[in-house]
């Protein structure tokens, strides 16, 4: 469902922001939403994943329910006392039909014909809602996440590092004296070097790894419950396999940098940092290599 907005709206994050965390793995989905609404039972696992909602957004909770039902954000002041009356009208609706009336049928019905807030309010599925936030998400010309999306998705790791001490690596990668490939091909030869590239990354990237594009030649990748000897092995073998003749002859590389998440490592920022700082050693120590950063702050060096 999406709407125009009619009420005020926290400043606190925007609908983009919003609209990507019904797509996190932590977030709350429409299904669970119908289970609190009393659509069907919550599952043992469910109640203890809503307890957890409850504790780690704490006065946010209702106004994320709500998101999830109208995809319109209402501050948490009075998100709360909304929602049970979204409920209440349900169970009426329910009992006056005499079958159950889905929320999301509530909500529409209840924030549109009694409350009036939402207007010209149109009704698209989730997958269509998916692919809007989808596309926010990816560079236009990779088809990689994109520079924003790439710190959400560090700090989302970063998290269940934290509260399951999970491992946790990432790859920073520069391709070699890129500019001299655009000044000597034209940027679209450069354009087309990326995207393939890219593809290449994807294919020899493993199904849980998340391939970003940082910007320009950068690219990162998140490496979720993966040391970092582990990391390295795959950063080793990523180099080679983007290797690859130029137009005209010469010869294009990469150089990688990896780091590991310890307890020193409290932000997506200070991550990036370190993974930054180990392709920074790369290209200072000859380039066309991997640098990996393990626990410890301790440095390994494989060149090509």
């Excluded at 690596?169 to 990326?194: A, C, P, R, W």
Aim: with cysteine; charged share 30%; proline share 3%.
């Amino acid at each position: 469902m999406s709407t125009r907005v009619h009420s005020s709206r926290s400043q606190e994050d925007t609908d983009a922001d919003r609209l990507r965390g019904l797509f996190t793995p932590d977030a709350l989905s429409l299904d669970v939403v119908s289970a609190i609404a009393g659509d069907r039972p919550l599952t043992e696992a469910e109640k203890d994943f809503l307890d957890e909602q409850k504790t780690r957004r704490a006065e946010q909770f209702f106004s994320d329910i709500l998101y999830v039902v109208a995809h319109q954000h209402f501050p948490p002041e009075v998100a709360e006392k909304l929602w049970n009356e979204v409920l209440r009208h349900k169970y009426e609706m329910s009992e006056a039909l005499n079958r159950n009336v889905r929320i999301v049928v509530a909500a529409l019905d209840y924030l549109s014909n009694f409350r009036r807030e939402l207007v010209s309010t149109t009704l698209i599925g989730e997958a269509h809602i998916a692919a809007i936030a989808n596309l926010s998400m990816r560079d236009g010309l990779t088809g990689l996440f994109n520079h924003t999306s790439c710190f959400e998705l560090i700090e989302v790791e970063l998290k269940l590092h934290e509260r399951y001490r999970t491992a946790v690596s990432l790859l920073m990668m520069d391709i070699d004296n890129f500019k001299k490939v655009n000044d000597l091909h034209g940027h679209q030869e450069g354009d087309k070097i990326l995207a393939e590239l890219s593809a290449i990354l994807k294919r020899e990237t493993r199904v849980s790894d998340i391939c970003c594009r940082y910007g320009g030649d950068e690219f990162a990748v998140i490496m979720p419950l993966t040391d970092a000897p582990e990391a390295g092995e795959i950063a080793e073998r990523l180099r080679t396999a983007l290797m690859r003749s130029l137009p005209g002859g010469g010869k294009l590389t990469v150089s990688l940098g990896v780091a590991f998440c310890d307890e020193k490592t409290k932000s997506s920022l200070a991550f990036m940092k370190k993974a930054d700082n180990a392709l920074y050693q790369a290209k200072k120590n000859g380039k066309n290599r991997v640098v990996v950063i393990a626990p410890g702050a301790s440095m390994s060096d494989k060149a090509g």
